[in-house]
């Protein structure tokens, strides 16, 4: 299991190429090249999983029932775009075009790490998502982690 963190500000070239960083490959492994797979994330971003963690929730969504038609759907949007993807000698990722297209992404990025996964973000609407924080942080992580509900809808 990873424990990723971090927020890294990187660039993409006009082929589609990230350069990931030092520090986030450090974390993900310590040698060798890095198969990772890319898919459109919850918002305009997309999400980055190594190997092992795309596999661990893939096969969570293989063990829905397909006959819902809310498992369907949720199991089509999962899977939309999904990439895989390995880092070359000189830790890059390739994101297809439309990916990048479904982002925004034009130049600027950040990777966001965070538990098993990075989000990759163009700046400009990651910049405009973390303005959204709301004023009080504090009220806010005391909803979702007090009580003992962990953010679920019961007091």
Request: net charge negative; charged share 30%; proline share 3%.
């Amino acid at each position: 299991m990873f424990q990723l963190t971090g927020e890294y500000e990187c660039k993409i070239d006009a082929k589609g190429r990230i350069k990931l960083p030092a520090n986030l490959m450090r974390q993900i492994s310590s040698e060798g090249t890095y198969d990772f797979t890319v898919n459109r994330g919850f918002e305009n971003h997309l999400m980055l999983y190594p190997r092992d963690v795309w596999e661990k929730k893939t096969k969570e969504l293989n063990q829905l029932n397909i006959y819902i038609k809310k498992n369907r759907e949720a199991v089509r949007y999962f899977y939309r775009g999904a990439t895989k993807l390995t880092t070359d000698a000189s830790d890059r990722i390739l994101v297809p075009k439309s990916l990048i297209e479904y982002a925004g992404i034009s130049k600027e990025i950040v990777l966001f790490a965070y538990q098993e996964q990075v989000e990759i973000w163009s700046k400009e609407a990651y910049e405009n998502m973390i303005g959204q924080e709301p004023d009080n942080f504090s009220s806010l992580a005391e909803e979702v982690f007090g009580g003992g509900t962990h953010g679920s809808d019961h007091e």
